[in-house]
């Protein structure tokens, strides 16, 4: 990422220029490599709340993008001073993902040994798009969540993992996915099936933050989905059949071989029989933004679909051949597209 600040692009709006670097956020070149494009969304919220509807007309952008994460970071800031935003992002996303890599390996040790843990973390730090997890982005808060969530309501810490989903909604547009396993979870007894219990009553906290979501938008814009309605300025609301967007060409190649790999692996997690939960939310985070037509924001959104990864090191545990070259290909492509990031071409 460093090294693509000493040949960014002149095409991009970059906030400031000297001495031929140019910063998106801050004037310095080792910090300011943690922030690109959305992360302006991000800070701005941070900084000012969301702006009211334009008096001109046109779309408030700023709505599209969920509030716990700028208000994580404006609350930490608050505590420590009135440190910039930026900083305490930066800072804050090493954190949660440090987190969200603890308890995943956690997670993945209910069923698995400790080597193939292992080996599901190495898959997820050595995927191309990982670099989402370390920048000023709300990726490893979604990780963390969508681990913890999980995790907890497996170990029957069922408070703690409602809490969790709870604030997955307020954390990404489909962070709601992670309720559909924690149901099945909550209804799955000991003896595998699956039975109607008092437990569900638990997801009244995600619900409760459903409704906070849209009170928000109808407050603020008089449009309780407001948050929806104004994905209709990138063109992204109609819905198609998910598997069209893999034949798309209005992205890259790399988007659609990505999706590719991602629904290969679900399949792969059927025919294998693998945890229901896992492929109930691996599945439906793939899907969701497939149904828009197109693979636009595949590489980021995959880096926090973590079921994904506990297939992958499934798959690769008995083929060390296999591990080696995706491992190769993977740490070769984070390099590629960490460089791209930093240069501020288009990342998703």
């Known amino acids: 990422m460093l090294l693509g600040t000493f040949f960014t ?24 490599v943690w922030g690109r494009w959305d992360t302006l969304y991000y800070v701005d919220i941070a900084q000012r709340g969301y702006p009211a509807s334009y008096a001109e007309g046109g ?15 404006r609350g930490l800031s ?4 009135g440190i ?15 987190l969200a890599v603890f308890f995943f390996d956690k997670l993945v040790r209910l069923d698995h040994s400790e080597s193939f843990a292992e080996l599901a973390v190495v898959c997820l730090l050595a995927y191309p798009g990982s670099h989402f997890l370390s920048c000023v982005y709300p990726e490893s808060l979604a990780l963390l969540l969508g681990v913890l969530a999980l995790y907890c309501v497996r170990t029957q810490r069922w408070g703690l993992g409602a809490l969790a989903c709870g604030l997955c909604v307020l954390a990404r547009p489909n962070g709601w996915l992670v309720c559909l396993p924690a149901l099945y979870e909550l209804c799955r007894g000991d003896d595998g099936r699956l ?18 979501l849209f009170l928000l938008h109808w407050e603020t814009y008089g449009d309780p989905l407001y948050f929806v309605h104004v994905q209709q300025g990138w063109g992204t609301t109609h819905f198609t059949f998910p598997l069209l967007a893999l034949l798309s060409t ?25 945890r229901p939960s896992y492929l109930l ?11 828009t037509g197109s693979t636009k924001g595949v590489l980021r959104y995959m880096g926090s679909n973590f079921p994904l990864f506990i297939l992958l090191a499934r798959l690769l545990e008995p083929r060390p051949w296999l591990r080696r070259c995706l491992l190769v290909i ?9 460089y791209r990031w930093s240069v501020g071409l288009w990342p998703n």
């Open 9 to 32: 692009r002149p095409r991009v709006h970059w906030t400031g220029e000297e001495g031929g670097f140019r910063w998106m956020v801050v004037p310095h070149r080792l910090l300011d």
């Open 59 to 73: 779309w408030v952008f700023h709505a599209a993008f969920f509030p716990l994460y700028p208000a994580l970071i």
């Open 78 to 81: 608050e505590l420590l001073g």
């Open 84 to 98: 910039h935003v930026f900083y305490v992002g930066i800072v804050l996303s090493q954190i949660l993902l440090a």
């Open 195 to 212: 039975r109607l219990s008092p437990r569900v009553l638990w997801l009244l906290v995600p619900t409760g933050a459903v409704m906070l």
């Open 250 to 274: 209005n992205r890259p190649l790399d988007h659609n071989l990505v999706a590719l790999a991602a629904l290969l692996l679900v399949v792969y997690g059927v025919v294998r029989r693998v």
């Open 281 to 291: 939310l691996g599945g439906t985070n793939l899907l969701l933004p497939l149904c």
């Open 330 to 338: 993977g740490l070769t492509g984070l390099a590629v597209y960490s």
